[in-house]
Every structure is written in C-alpha cells, then in structure tokens.
C-alpha cells in the first residue's frame, strides 16, 4: 500500500473558534494566497475551503462569521498556485440548485486545469436552509438526489439530464465542460446516513473528525457497503489527523496536539496508512503565518518522506 496523499483546510477562510489560531483574525486574501502557495511547494495533494451562506447570532460565538464563499476562494487560489487541488470541504449542495451549483463547479474546473476535488455535505445549520427556503429536515434525501444530479451536470454531456424527485431539468447547454472527464465527489460526514452516502454515492469519503479508534469500524461498513451493492470503482477514504507541530514547539499547542521529529510524526502518521485511508487532511499549531508556512515546508520536506 502506498503512503497516503496529504491535503489541508486552509487557515482563515474559516474561523470557527474550534480550531482558528488567534493569528487568523486580523489574516486575510495575502495570508491566505502565501499559504495555498507554500502547500504547492510543500507537495500537498489540496487545499480546502469550507461553505456557509450565513451563521445565525446562536452560534456566531462560537462559528464566528468568518466564511469564505468555497467557489470564489478556490478560483482565486486557482491562479496563484500551478498544481495542488482545490477541495470544498464541504459544499453544503443542498442549499442551491444542482445545476447553478454544476455551473460553478465546472467553471472552476474548467479554469484550473481540471483541479477540482467536489466534497459535499448534508449541512447542520438549521437557519441557513430556512433563510434559502429549503427544508432542513429533508435535507439528506435531498443530498442523495442533489449527488445524482451533479453526476449528470459534471458529465461529459453538454445538454445534462436529470428527473428526480426535487429536481427535473433537460435541454440546457452549460459550457465550459469540466476539464476533468470525471470530477471526483468526496462525500462528508460521520453520521451512519453520512457514511452511507458516502459509501454507495460517492468516489471518496471525509471523516467529519472522527478519532483514530472510531475510524477502522467506518472504513470496514464503507467497505462492506460497497461490496453488496457491488461497487469496485476507485474510491479514496480520508481522515482527519490530530493538530500537528514538527519539532519541540517550546510552547502551548494543547494536549492533543502530536508533536516530535519528522520520523515520530510520521510514525505516528503511518497507523492511517494501515487503517486503510488513502488521503490525511493534517493542521498544523502556529502563532504566526509564518510559523505555519514553515511547518507546511517541513511537513513537506521531512515528515511526508517517511509516510510510506
């Protein structure tokens, strides 16, 4: 088996008190163009952008406000970097019809050299799907349709075709076409519906940060899922790793943090590899933008090495 493909939620598009550094609240379009730019070097597979529309006051304390919209982040990102790919993680698709969505998507693609990693998701924000005028409690059999309409949209065909429940369209041209023939479509979430989804609908699966010891049991359904519906494609399982620091950080990084030489990182690291995952999103501690880049360069140079 070999090493897994390493990517990264990029720092600043969002800012969820979860896991934002204090640094990132006054960061903006530069700090976050210097990142993606030193992932590229560093060899990462791809940066990733979240989605939401809005946050409502409840839970703008701990959200914060701070989203970036995923298709104008990554098409900004796009030009200034020449080959990491670009990962909503993830498109919360529900929300839009799958055909404005395709239309986005495609274009991006299109622009980046066929650089588009489709993830998407159910979505959790009950406000969010009101505001827009979706049913929030219906939105994960409107997901399961939303996925097939945007395997029709994301297509070779100029003029795509869907008939579903929610959504029923044909005879409408959109151009560019995807520059990928086939767009991969990650999907996101941890819940039994989610992980179902992602098994029987999608050609990948994002962990929404489930721990180590929780993962093999996921891997193991996704692939017992797979096998009963008889699916043999490619198919690319993630996870999400503790926060990391390469080195002796000499400061605060929190007590799950893993922290160490490139080789006890990457030993750690390498259980993932034996799990059965083929790609890691890792996130690095930092007080500064600069602190960040270097660790991405040394992750690059001296942990991603010894993964395999």
Known sequence: MSAPAYGIQLPVQSQSTLYTEPWEAGA????LVA????????????????????????L??????????????????AAVTERVRLLSHVA?????HPL????????????????LLLGVGAGHVREEFEALGVDFERRGAVLDEVVDALRAALG????????????????????PRPAQPHVPLWVGGSSPA???????????????????DRLPAQIARIRRLREEAGLDGEYTVGAIAEPLYVGRPGWDTGRRTLTGTPEEIAESLRAYR????????????????????DQIGVFGAEVAPRLD
């Open 28 to 31: 903006g379009p530069e700090d």
């Open 35 to 58: 990142v993606a730019r030193a992932a590229d070097a560093a060899g990462f597979a791809y940066i990733a952008c979240c989605d939401h529309v809005g946050v409502p006051r409840r």
């Open 60 to 77: 703008a304390p701990a959200m914060s406000t701070v989203w970036y919209d995923p298709v104008a982040t990554l098409a900004h990102l």
């Open 92 to 96: 919360v698709v529900g929300l839009r």
């Open 100 to 115: 404005l969505t395709a239309k986005q998507y495609a274009t991006l693609d299109h622009l980046s050299g066929g650089r």
């Open 156 to 175: 070779p065909e100029e003029f795509p075709e869907h008939h579903g429940k929610h959504y029923d369209f044909a005879g409408l041209g959109q151009r």
């Open 194 to 212: 989610a992980v179902r989804r992602a098994a029987l609908k999608g050609d990948g699966w994002l962990p929404q940060g489930d721990p180590r």
């Open 274 to 293: 034996a799990m059965g995952v083929d790609q890691i999103q890792v996130r690095f501690r930092s007080r500064s933008r600069a602190e960040l880049i």
